[in-house]
């Protein structure tokens, strides 16, 4: 998996680029919260729960259904000043489901692991990209504070914070400083 940080930049990234308007806090707490939730299932470690089954870690709470489900509750729940289903909530439900997916999908580009449910709960088949260039994170601190967490964190500032830094703010950078 990417690391948290990663997730974190890819959900504040894409936040900046989404509002239009000063968002609220729990805007970007929801933001973030969608981004990263998935990997809660690491609970399951600790359960007893088994990596590769339904529930494990990158099963169903890595599918694009559960950020889907997910982005729904909590554009139901945080955003009723919206009227449910206007063109303004279905803009937030639309945003966090894309958090969330983006979560999933990031990992499946990782080297590592048993692949992520990407279809679950209807195809609990695991999947990888073909191109995993990623490095997969070590789920232990130990681990991620050696020589494997700086080549994790080289491959993510690679291959997902360079790219979001040059496509999503250096026009806007570079047509500010046109404009100045």
Not at 28 to 40: E, H, N, R, Y
Not at 106 to 131: E, H, K, N
Not at 147 to 174: D, K, N
Request: glycine share 8%.
């Amino acid at each position: 998996m990417p690391t948290i940080m990663t997730h974190t930049i890819i959900a504040g990234s894409g936040g900046l680029l989404f509002q239009k308007k000063r968002e609220p806090v729990k805007f970007w707490i929801i933001t973030v919260l969608c981004s990263v939730i998935a990997d809660a299932d690491v609970v399951g470690f600790r359960l007893g729960i088994e990596y590769n089954s339904f529930w494990g870690h990158r099963g169903f709470f890595h599918s694009l259904f559960f950020a889907l489900l997910f982005a729904f509750i909590c554009a139901l729940l945080f955003f009723r000043e919206h009227v449910l289903f206007s063109r303004k909530w279905w803009r937030y439900m639309l945003f966090f489901s894309i958090l969330g997916a983006s979560h999933s999908i990031t990992d499946a580009f990782t080297s590592g692991g048993y692949g992520i449910a990407l279809l679950s709960p209807f195809d609990t088949t695991r999947y990888f990209f073909p191109f995993t260039p990623i490095e997969v994170a070590p789920i232990s601190i130990r681990k991620f504070l050696s020589c494997q967490g700086i080549r994790v964190m080289a491959s993510e500032i690679i291959c997902i914070w360079l790219p979001i830094f040059i496509f999503g703010f250096w026009p806007r950078i570079a047509k500010k400083a046109r404009i100045a």
